[in-house]
T-cell receptor, first 113, second 111 residues
Framework: KQEVTQIPAALSVPEGENLVLNCSFTDSAIYNLQWFRQDPGKGLTSLLLIQSSQREQTSGRLNASLDKSSGRSTLYIAASQPGDSATYLCAVRSIGANSKLTFGKGITLSVRP | DVKVTQSSRYLVKRTGEKVFLECVQDMDHENMFWYRQDPGLGLRLIYFSYDVKMKEKGDIPEGYSVSREKKERFSLILESASTNQTSMYLC??????????FGDGTRLSIL
């Protein structure tokens, strides 16, 4: 059974830092991996989707990488801002799981002004 | 842009009531999902639908049912609400190989 882990559960950094959020998964048989952002009391917003054949995806200050063989993904945020404060979740779509995703519990990021 | 709309942001109901949560998507997605999200437990899949009138149980289907009579609409039904169903409920939709898109969520309180 696929398991997705995100450590640490919370992170606090000063504004302007470049930071890396980690995600690991136990079964490398995946179709894709998705990173989401969730603001308090809101739904999830899709940030980046990486297909299993890809190594990375970029959107603005965000860059997500995927190493399927080692079961790892990272979300890199450049020049962090207070507006980046949110919970970041990763999720994998495993082969054979239809369109269902397995989610990590998320990393709550606080960027201090 | 994909839009997933959940009918209520906040809802308060009483124990034993039948509760309907509605979700509508505007992108002709074949797959739709209902999750609940609780502190410390993360997102858990309740039910999933891959086509009209088709449904599949998720990880925690007990106490819930679903209905998908039209492709754009997926309803979650609490047959007899209980206090342990107080939670944040999230609906999502997707098409093959596409990202999952979520609604804003419904915070449901059962008194």
């Amino acid at each position: 059974k696929q398991e997705v882990t995100q450590i640490p559960a919370a992170l606090s950094v000063p504004e302007g830092e470049n930071l890396v959020l980690n995600c690991s998964f136990t079964d490398s048989a995946i179709y894709n991996l998705q990173w989401f952002r969730q603001d308090p009391g809101k739904g999830l917003t899709s940030l980046l989707l990486i297909q299993s054949s890809q190594r990375e995806q970029t959107s603005g200050r965000l860059n997500a990488s995927l190493d399927k063989s080692s079961g790892r993904s990272t979300l890199y945020i450049a020049a962090s801002q207070p507006g980046d404060s949110a919970t970041y979740l990763c999720a994998v779509r495993s082969i054979g799981a239809n369109s269902k995703l397995t989610f990590g519990k998320g990393i709550t990021l606080s960027v201090r002004p | 842009d994909v839009k997933v709309t959940q009918s209520s942001r906040y809802l308060v109901k009483r124990t034993g009531e039948k509760v309907f949560l509605e979700c509508v998507q505007d992108m002709d997605h074949e797959n739709m999902f209902w999750y609940r999200q609780d502190p410390g437990l993360g997102l858990r899949l309740i039910y999933f639908s891959y086509d009209v009138k088709m449904k599949e149980k998720g990880d925690i289907p007990e106490g819930y049912s679903v209905s998908r009579e039209k492709k754009e609409r997926f309803s979650l039904i609490l047959e007899s609400a209980s206090t342990n169903q107080t939670s944040m409920y999230l609906c999502a939709s997707t098409s093959q190989w596409q990202p999952q898109h979520f609604g804003d969520g419904t915070r449901l309180s059962i008194l």
